[in-house]
């Protein structure tokens, strides 16, 4: 049985105390109204506030996970951090090859499998995105872009680390853009990564893996995609940042 996993992406949005208080006040809601069926909750602020924000959901039902990670442990890669300090620093999470940063940071499928290593190997849950443009869904080319982004993304990770690994299936043309796929076409990408995993890794490691579904979910429509047998939750953008509209969507992920 899955556990239903719904997730923040704060972006590049909120100052510290903006932040601070937006997670007090996610946290209030949470504290008030979450009940033991609702999703589990993963909140990714930008870096600069991700160690006081995982202080101050400690003892919450929330959890912090980070927007990126550096694939080496340490050295000299000014601007970045590793899957290790974001440890130290309480994170629990670390989305990896969001499509925006695949499309202005140059990340690569074989960046990204640095990247799950690095985050597999500290035990810090890697939340592996992948996903197709619209040019590449119109000219019918989706399904190999998803399955190559799958096999070079997770090339090196084992069937025993895939228990710390989460997919977001996130249709770049549905990122941000107010269009959704239908809960149908979400639902046959999800069969289709979870068929890649069963060939991969057997069956048991397929079942045990969650796949969540990220491109401009909202309250009104996420009953209906997180419906869908093979979608295990959501990868949330612009509605994480408004907290009744984020509880609402945990909420819907039962
Ligand atoms: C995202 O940033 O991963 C995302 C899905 O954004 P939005 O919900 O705004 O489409």
Known sequence: MRKTLVVGNWKMHKNLTESQALITEIRGIV???FRH?????????????????????????????????NEHKEGAYTGEWSAAMLKSAGVTHAIIGHSERRQYYNETSAVCALKNKAAVTEELIAIYCIGESLSERENNQFLEVLQLQLEEGLDSISADEMNVVV?????????????TATAQQA??????VRQWLAGKYGQPVADATRILYGGSVKPDNAKDIFGQPDIDGGLIGGASLKPRDFFDIIRAAQ
């Open 187 to 192: 639902q046959d990408i999800h069969a289709f």
């Open 37 to 69: 069926n609702h999703a589990q909750i993963v909140i990714c602020p930008t870096a600069l506030a991700l160690a006081s924000s995982a202080r101050l959901v400690e003892g919450s039902e929330i959890t912090i996970g980070a927007q990126n990670v």
């Open 167 to 179: 997919i977001a299936y996130e249709p770049v043309w549905a990122i941000g853009t107010g269009k």
């Open 31 to 33: 504290r008030d109204e």
